[in-house]
Every structure is written in C-alpha cells, then in structure tokens.
C-alpha cells in the first residue's frame, strides 16, 4: 500500500466552478500536509501548509485536514484558467525528521 | 520566485556522460533535497542532506551521487548516463526537521540523446 494515495484525474471544471480534490494516507504519525501546484515542468509551488488537524484558509483555497479519516483535501473557490496546473499533495511526520511523501498529482484543466 | 535556485536550467547529453546539477537552498534553510520527475510521473526522492551531513536516502541510484557543502549549496552528480535518466530534477529546501514546509527549486531539465 502506497504511503500517500491520490486520484490522478484528470479534471475538467467550467470557470467558477468549486473544485475538489483529495488525497488519503495510510501512517497516522503523519503531521504535516501540504498542497503544491505544479505548472507544465515548472517547479512544484507550496499553496497550503497546516499542521495536525483543521482547516486553513487563504483567499480562494482552502485545505482541510481530517487525521481520524486520514484524508486531506483542498478546496479551489470561483476556480480560474489561470488554476489549470497539477495539484499535489505532501506529508510528512515528526518522528522521521522531515522525509516527505507525495501523492502523484492531479491534472486540473478550468474552462473559460 | 521560492529561493531555491537551480542550475543549469536544461542540460542536454549523451549516454555515458557525466553531469553535476547544483543548487543553492533558500536563505537560512539547511536540509536540501533532490527529486526526480521523469515525463507524465510523479515525484521520486533521491536524497537529503542537512547542514552538511546525508540524512535520508531514497531511490537514488549508485551512478548517482550528492553532496552538500559549507556553504549549504548542494550538487547532485549523475554519471553513466542512459536514455532512462532524461528527467526533471527538482531541489528543495526546509529550515531542517520538524518545519513541515518544503519549497521547490524551478529544476533542472537533463535530456540524454
């Protein structure tokens, strides 16, 4: 079983559209979740970052931790072309001094 | 721009060269990482280094090797090169263990002809 597990996609959203996406993980020591967005072999960009459980806001994204379910997600209010890129997800826990792991990614396309 | 920076930029070879990519992390930060992202994959970790010393190993191959020096800017050593090894290699940085946020550097791309 895989560490980090996560719906390649694709997907497809008209603009305005909420987009959800999800990943689920197998070690509960895990502590630290991310979300990047990758652009076309560009560089992965952090989006979110929250520790343990909760959820975080910042302008149209938000991301939600729910540790008893082992699943994160993120959230992409009034979604954008310009949000057209792959989304990945990351974690990592206290006890193993930072090795991350990461989910392989979803391909996002929003359409004008 | 997230700090990190990576050189070169594209890298193009032959099978059987050799090839350093460098990178220097982000201000202040002393873990750096490699990853690998061959076309259509997800990332793969190589390895991880912090202030200096090698902490963590992933699926780095023996024909690669890394290094991390004082200055905390980091090499990555790719040798006997094969078609295989054509790839985006990506650098990342943190502060160092149990900081949770990792920034990426913009890669480089190597391609073996």
């Known amino acids: 079983q895989k560490e980090v597990e996560q719906d390649p996609g694709p997907l497809s959203v008209p603009e305005g559209a909420i987009v959800s996406l999800n990943c689920t993980y197998s070690?509960?020591?895990?502590?630290?979740f991310m979300w990047y967005r990758q652009y076309s072999r560009k560089g992965p960009e952090l989006l979110m970052y929250?520790?343990?459980?909760g959820n975080k806001e910042d302008g149209r994204f938000t991301a939600q931790v729910d540790k008893s379910s082992k699943y994160i997600s993120l959230f992409i209010r009034d979604s954008q072309p310009s949000d057209s890129a792959t989304y990945l997800c990351?974690?990592?826990?206290?006890?193993?001094?930072?090795?991350?792991?990461f989910g392989t990614g979803t391909s996002l396309t929003v359409i004008p | 721009d997230s700090g990190v920076t990576q050189t070169p930029k594209h890298l193009i070879t032959a099978t059987g060269q050799r090839v350093t990519l460098r990178c220097s992390p982000r201000?202040?930060?002393?873990?750096v990482y490699w990853y690998q992202q061959s076309l259509d994959q997800g990332l793969q970790f190589l390895i991880q280094?912090?202030?200096?010393?090698?902490?963590a190993k992933g699926n780095i191959l023996e024909r690669f090797s890394a290094q991390q020096f004082p200055d905390l800017h980091s090499e990555l050593n790719l040798s006997s090169l094969e078609l295989g090894d054509s790839a985006l290699y990506f650098c990342?940085?943190?502060?160092?263990?149990?900081?949770?946020?990792?920034?990426f550097g913009e890669g480089s791309r190597l391609t073996v002809l």
């Open positions: 070690n509960s020591a895990f502590q630290y």
């Open positions: 990342a940085s943190d502060r160092g263990p149990n900081t949770g946020e990792l920034f």
């Open positions: 201000s202040g930060d002393l873990s």
């Open positions: 280094y912090y202030n200096g010393e090698e902490r």
């Open positions: 990351a974690m990592s826990a206290e006890y193993n001094g930072n090795q991350f792991y």
């Open positions: 929250t520790y343990s459980s």
